[in-house]
């Protein structure tokens, strides 16, 4: 793997390994959202709502849009699309494996 997409994907994995950046990706996911509005459901100031979204931002999984005053994230297609990627042949993978099991079952009941 190309030493770029490495580190891409090693930033994307750091910024996952934090409960409350998951938890901020899960509410973008229902749609965009302020500073504010993020830091609603976290007993958390808002600089340190805004370091946790400049880490997901590093990591290409945040992006900020701007409407006037407001600066709403949004969830990035392109740092979603790397771990999708990346976890790919593993899905391949296992998926085989259960097709393979299923089949294995199937010959099973027919004896």
Do not use: C, Y
């Not at 750091?14 to 504010?36: C, F, I, K, N, Y």
Request: aromatic residues 4%; neutral net charge; charged residues 30%.
């Amino acid at each position: 793997m190309e030493i770029q997409k490495q580190t891409q994907l090693d930033a994307i994995f750091g910024a996952l390994a934090d409960p409350t950046r998951r938890a901020m990706l899960v509410r973008l996911a229902a749609g965009e959202a302020s500073v504010s509005e993020l830091m609603a459901p976290f007993n958390l100031t808002q600089p340190t709502v805004s370091k946790h979204l400049k880490v997901l931002e590093e990591a290409g999984l945040v992006e900020t849009g701007r409407e006037a005053q407001r600066r709403p994230r949004r969830l990035s297609p392109h740092g979603l699309k790397a771990i999708a990627d990346w976890i790919e042949p593993f899905q391949r993978q296992w998926e085989q494996r259960l097709d393979n099991l299923d089949a294995h079952l199937g010959t099973m009941e027919d004896k």
